[in-house]
């Protein structure tokens, strides 16, 4: 099983060289930390960055360097930075090659729920309805299960809907798969899960074919 760090780290083997890349907030956050170092990638964030470099070491925080998910950031040489307007006409104008977002649920049919939860105070939807409107990939970073154990891979979102059949891939600490036309399909298993272990943790239309390898981290 995957935590957090697991997740980024195999979330960062889908980054391709030469990708203009949105992360989310929450764990997707972590992914620039992981990606190779014989590729070049851009790392944009809806707050008005573009050019994020990894997290900076203790001590050498700037507080006025921040990305969407207000933490401290560093840049790469050529960052540049532009007010929210600019940036959401990079989103908006399809100018952004991967998106990787979190999520509370996802639908077998790529729906995608990131933004509310009934009843609890939120300060707004941000960057993800564009984000999702507009990306032509999206990855999404999740655990498989809530705190109850239950799955949050779902025939149909219960919880409001950030975008519609816009999910390509979920990674979670169980498993990497594919939305497609006939539900999820898993294409690898975490170390230490059993395909089995993933067909009990998923609600939503499972789809298995041959022998499912293990992750290589």
């Not at 190779?36 to 944009?44: K, L, P, W």
């Not at 707050?47 to 950031?73: H, S, Y």
Request: hydrophobic residues 45%; glycine residues 10%.
């Amino acid at each position: 099983m995957l935590d957090k760090i697991g997740i980024a780290k195999r979330i960062a083997q889908e980054v391709q060289d030469g990708y203009y890349v949105n992360l989310g907030i929450g764990i997707p956050t972590l992914v620039a930390n992981y990606v190779r170092d014989d590729i070049e990638v851009e790392f944009q964030s809806e707050n008005g960055v573009l050019g994020m470099g990894p997290f900076p070491l203790e001590g050498e925080e700037d507080a006025d360097l921040i990305n969407a998910g207000k933490q401290t950031i560093t840049t790469l040489p050529g960052a540049s930075f532009f007010d929210s307007s600019l940036s959401f006409s990079m989103i908006r104008g399809q100018h952004v090659d991967l998106t990787i977002l979190g999520a509370m649920e996802v639908s077998e049919e790529g729906d995608i729920a990131n933004w509310k939860i009934p009843g609890k105070m939120v300060k707004g939807m941000g960057g993800a309805m564009d984000l999702v409107a507009s990306a032509q990939n999206i990855i999404v970073a999740m655990m498989h299960t809530n705190k109850a154990g239950e799955s949050k891979l779902l025939r149909k979102c219960s919880l409001p809907l950030t975008g519609v059949a816009c999910v390509k891939k979920i990674v979670t600490n169980l498993a990497v798969l594919e939305v497609t036309e006939d539900g999820f399909k898993l294409l690898e298993r975490a170390p230490g899960i059993s395909v089995e272990d993933i067909k009990k943790a998923t609600e939503g239309k499972l789809i298995i074919e041959g022998d499912i390898p293990e992750m290589v981290l």
